[in-house]
């Protein structure tokens, strides 16, 4: 695809996300762009997931 990774992240609000986005993502050595889509509502998914900063 046109991604090297895909990320589903679940946040509360705006604020939540921008943050994300801002100080944690755009910090990360070797990201140079970001693409965010936002979904209200996902109806099915499965696939393998890993915490970020190693946390559970």
């Given at each position: 695809?046109?991604?090297d990774i895909d990320m589903l992240?679940?946040?509360h609000d705006f604020d939540d996300?921008?943050?994300f986005l801002l100080d944690k993502l755009s910090g990360v050595r070797g990201i140079r762009t970001l693409t965010p889509a936002i979904v209200v509502?996902?109806?099915k998914y499965?696939?393998?997931v890993a915490p970020i900063e190693g946390k559970a």
């Open positions: 695809g046109g991604y992240v679940a946040l996300l921008s943050g509502d996902i109806i499965k696939f393998d």
